[in-house]
Structures are given as C-alpha cells and as structure tokens.
Nanobody
Framework: QVQLVESGGGLVQAGGSLKLSCAAS????????MGWFRQAPGKEREFVAA???????YYTDSVKGRFTISRDNAKNTVYLQMNSLKPEDAAVYYC?????????????????WGQGTQVTVSS
C-alpha cells in the first residue's frame, strides 16, 4: 500500500498549462503502475493517463498530444503536464496506484488513491 498526495492544481485560462504532481510513500514505487483520473461535477471518474514503472505510457484520446505523464522513481513522484487546457478539462484530478507491471485504464483496477487536486479552466 502507498499513500498518495497530489499537488499543482489551480485556476488557468483556456490554452494555458498546469503541471500536477503526485508524491508517493513507500520504498517500492518503481514497482507500481500509476494513473491519473479526473472527475467533473455530476460525472463519473474517468481515466486520463497511466504509466508503468518502466515508463510505458497510455492516454485517453481526448488528451493525446496535450498531456504528458511522467515519473521520477528516485523521487517517488509521478507528474501530469497539461498543455493547451480546455474548459472541458476542468475537474478534480486524482492520482492512483497499483502494484503491477501492466497498464490499466479501469479505475476499479487501482488499489490506492490520493485525495485529488482541483483544476479549473476559465474560457
């Protein structure tokens, strides 16, 4: 089990950028697949991006070319660089972890979650 703490959310104008961070506890961070999810008011929590311990990545179609997921295993941290933000990207963004070498897009596949960080995009 890992504890996850997100940071980096805030208010940004459409077209702007934000970089989210998720710091994880524990000594086996590199063995965890990490995911970013988001949840807008009244909507289901949805997959955004995921990365394996060896930095294989996968994105949902709506963020491809705009968002980049990365990780620094020495710092036990995963990042989500978000560029060209749109109003529809506004949501609470959650970091999630699963002890696995595989990638998962289903939120039910992840075992550990952070508390979330709010991203607001003004038009």
């Amino acid at each position: 089990q890992v504890q996850l703490v997100e940071s980096g959310g805030g208010l940004v104008q459409a077209g702007g950028s934000l970089k989210l961070s998720c710091a994880a506890s524990g000594r086996t961070f590199s063995s965890y697949a990490m995911g970013w999810f988001r949840q807008a008011p009244g909507k289901e929590r949805e997959f955004v991006a995921a990365i394996t311990g060896s930095s294989n990545t996968y994105y949902t179609d709506s963020v491809k070319g705009r968002f980049t997921i990365s990780r620094d295993n020495a710092k036990n941290t995963v990042y989500l660089q978000m560029n060209s933000l749109k109003p529809e990207d506004a949501a609470v963004y959650y970091c999630a972890a699963r002890l696995t070498a595989l990638l998962y897009t289903n939120k039910h596949s992840y075992t550990d979650w952070g508390q979330g960080t709010q991203v607001t995009v003004s038009s």
